[in-house]
Nanobody, 126 residues
Framework: QVQLVESGGGLVQAGGSLRLSCAAS????????MAWFRQAPGKERECVAA????????YYADSVKGRFTISSDNAKNTVALQMNSLKPEDTAVYYC???????????????????WGQGTQVTVSS
């Protein structure tokens, strides 16, 4: 059974940093894209960052470029999201997701993702 377990969320002041981690288990994740989505109250779920399992290609939403960094550790089956210079508008539930995809670029549409974590709350105070 595939499991994605997020950790690292919490409350931080604007300008601060948080590091989210996702531990994947239950299968081999080669040929899987991994992504971090977020969903704020009343808003649609959006992809903030995604990475191919090889690590060769990444995607960042415009709103987080230069502030967030996604990385993967194939040996440990983990994906991390380093979030710096956090803003109140980054407040949301953050989800880790996995998508089977052998393409050169990671998927960014939620419907393309097969597995989801339970989510972790990130709150940025002003």
């Amino acid at each position: 059974q595939v499991q994605l377990v997020e950790s690292g969320g919490g409350l931080v002041q604007a300008g601060g940093s948080l590091r989210l981690s996702c531990a994947a288990s239950g299968r081999t994740f080669s040929s899987y894209d991994m992504a971090w989505f977020r969903q704020a109250p009343g808003k649609e779920r959006e992809c903030v960052a995604a990475i191919t399992w090889s690590g060769r290609s990444t995607y960042y939403a415009d709103s987080v470029k230069g502030r967030f960094t996604i990385s993967s550790d194939n040996a440990k089956n983990t994906v991390a999201l380093q979030m710096n210079s956090l803003k109140p508008e980054d407040t949301a539930v953050y989800y880790c997701a996995a998508s089977y995809d052998s393409g050169s670029y990671p998927d960014v549409v939620p419907d393309e993702y097969d597995y989801w974590g339970q989510g972790t709350q990130v709150t940025v105070s002003s």
